[in-house]
């Protein structure tokens, strides 16, 4: 008898998901140590600020000159690293995955860590995406296994970095490629699944961003207030759009030498955002503070960008979101218009409300903030908010962060 050998041993995309696993477990392991070393980091540095300033001034002077010749021997590793990762896809730059890989993680473990209102989720994807580069190079496959690989990475890293896989898979393809493909979507989501299981076993269960358990619900009649905020969302994006690529290139030592101040006053206020939104609800701050928050967080957060620092602008996006549904709400509130209760829900569908229209990438956004929050019963406010703002996005004719800022890198170099 003629017995074949088993066709699955040879199937493309049985190899191709076994590679996804492979990605998905490395970038598992690289993420969730860049993101435990940045937490610890912060606390840390939160923790000093008063009681050794001295310390932490030279620790800031010490960290800046890393970075320095970090980014001198590396540029690929400024900012967040997702323009760098779609101008690879494209074809357009040819990174040196090892090199970018610990550099970007040293640098960034550095910069976010010490405070900067920068995020690690742009980071985290580059580092995923540099991975799935560095598995292509050592196997040798294909142009389009390249292209595979990078995605599957990608989509790893910002599933490690957030506990977010649905949100990692639809980022790739929404944000990055702009197009559906199957055996990206399949690959990524496995890769995506197997990172978070690694995420999820550091961290544990808990939503990144879960606030209260419970949500209170958006009634129906109150959607006009909805779409009341998701167009001044619109607008407070395409703000954000103008002042991020307009940015001059900030010296490095200049956000480092703000960072003082900063923290030595406002110590709860350091970081990309995580802990300003869980705490959001459960101080009650006054309109003005709210205010002066919300300004200081944006024209910090550009500066902590515009340095070319290692960091992202993915969570102070969210964080910014956050703040305005607070101040809106509590505007809103003084009127008598929405009852107090609901401001903890305003300040969750804001956050997708910003994050869509500055992104451009409504789908992307509102599955990240769910799965983030951990609830799903705001799935039609969300949505509408987030719509409601990328179509002010397009009527001011904004474009996606990421492809303006690749546009800007690959014109640069």
Known sequence: MNFSKPKIIYSSKFKKIILAILTGILVGIVVSAFRFFIEHLLEFIKNNYHKHLLAIIILFILFLMINYFLIKSEPDIKGSGIPQIEAQLNGQLAMDWFGVLWKKFVGGVLAIGSGLFLGREGPSI?????????????????????????????????????????????????????????????????????ANYISLNVFGLKPILQMVKDLPYIQPNQYIWVIFFGIFLGLFAKLYEVVLINLP????????????????????????????????????????????????????????????????????????????????????????????????????????????????????????????????????????????????????????????????????N
Do not use: C
């Not at 003082?260 to 309109?287: A, C, E, Q, V």
């Open 249 to 412: 290139l900030i010296p490095l030592w200049i956000p480092f030498v703000l960072l003082i101040p900063i923290g030595y006053f406002y110590t709860d206020l350091l970081g990309g955002g995580n802990s300003i939104i869980l705490n959001l609800n459960k101080n009650n701050y006054t309109l003005l503070v709210i205010f002066g928050v919300l300004i200081l967080r944006f024209v910090f957060s550009m500066i902590s960008y515009g340095s070319g620092l290692p960091g992202g602008i993915f969570l102070p996006t969210l964080s910014l979101g956050a703040i305005s549904g607070m101040l809106l709400s509590k505007v809103a509130i003084v009127f008598g218009l929405l009852p107090n209760s609901i401001i903890v829900s305003f300040i969750v569908i804001s956050m997708s409300g910003l994050f869509g229209a500055i992104s451009m990438a409504p789908l992307t956004s509102i599955v990240l903030v769910t799965e983030m929050v951990g609830s799903l019963h705001h799935l039609m406010p969300l949505a509408l908010i987030t719509i409601t703002s990328y179509l002010i996005m397009d009527v001011f004719r904004g474009r996606p962060i990421y492809d303006l800022l690749t546009e800007k890198l690959i014109n640069k």
């Open 126 to 194: 580059q580092l995923g995406g540099v991975i799935g580069l560095g598995i292509w190079g050592g196997l040798g496959f294909s142009k389009t296994d390249q292209k595979i690989l990078i995605s599957n990475g990608a989509s790893a890293g910002l599933a490690a970095a957030f506990n977010a896989p649905v949100a990692g898979v639809l980022f790739i393809l929404e944000e990055i490629h702009h197009n559906f493909s199957p055996i990206i979507l399949v690959t990524s989501f496995v890769s995506s699944l197997t």
